[in-house]
């Protein structure tokens, strides 16, 4: 960590304003109104980066939704994944026959993604379909489909709106790109 752990310290640039990120809340809010319209979904909430976008996304959400929360982790406090998912909490809520929607902050490698999207359909699921609000897609490991998602990022480490470094962070109002010498100066400590 820098000596003085100010935010401008660690944040080379923002991505997404406040407002950027509402109105991609708004557009996936209306189109996920239509495509669960006549629907009960199980909104679901991966742990902990999703918090922020979920609450603002289900209050765009003219729908009759249930909302649950669960937290698969595959990364620990490092930045690149280990490859290796494990559930740290689970669900209150059983998803047999349930149209379920998970939301998260970030796909990566997709490993996180496709173990829930797995699991969920192998207890009986009705639908398991995904909204995450960035898609790093470049450096996916393995194949998942993201039906929704508020905005495409390149392969650098963002921060912000639940996106944490080293569990910090998650408090900012924007998404911001972290300084590439943040992470050396971690990788190294
Ligand atoms: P995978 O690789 O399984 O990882 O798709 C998804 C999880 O990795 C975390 N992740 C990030 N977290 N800034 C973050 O704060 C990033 O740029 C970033 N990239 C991946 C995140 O927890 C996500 O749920
Ligand atoms: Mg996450």
Do not use: W
């Not at 742990?47 to 922020?52: H, R, T």
């Not at 289900?58 to 690149?80: A, L, P, Q, T």
């Not at 990022?153 to 910090?168: I, P």
Request: overall charge negative; hydrophobic content about 40%; glycine content about 6%.
């Amino acid at each position: 960590m820098p000596k003085n752990d100010n935010i401008d310290n660690i944040i080379d640039h923002k991505l997404f304003t406040e407002d950027d990120i509402h109105q991609m809340c708004v557009k996936l809010g209306k189109q996920l109104t239509e495509d669960y319209a006549g629907k009960k979904p199980l909104v679901i909430g991966a742990l902990k980066g999703a918090i922020f976008f979920l609450t603002d996304l289900v209050r765009e959400m003219n729908v009759k939704e249930e909302i649950d929360f669960m937290d698969v982790s595959s990364y620990g406090d490092s930045f690149e994944s280990s490859g290796e998912v494990k559930i740290i909490s689970d669900l209150a809520t059983d998803v047999k026959d349930r149209d379920v929607l998970i939301v998260e902050d970030i796909v990566d490698t997709g490993l996180t993604l496709k173990y829930m999207k797995d699991l969920l359909q192998k207890r009986g699921a009705k639908s398991v379909k995904c909204c995450v609000l960035l898609n790093k897609e470049a450096n996916r490991k393995v194949d998942v489909e993201v039906e929704y998602y508020g905005s495409q990022v390149g392969n650098e480490f963002v921060v912000g709106y639940g996106l944490d470094f080293m569990n910090f962070y998650r408090n900012l109002r924007y998404i911001g790109v972290l300084k590439p010498e943040v992470i050396k100066l971690a990788n190294n400590k």
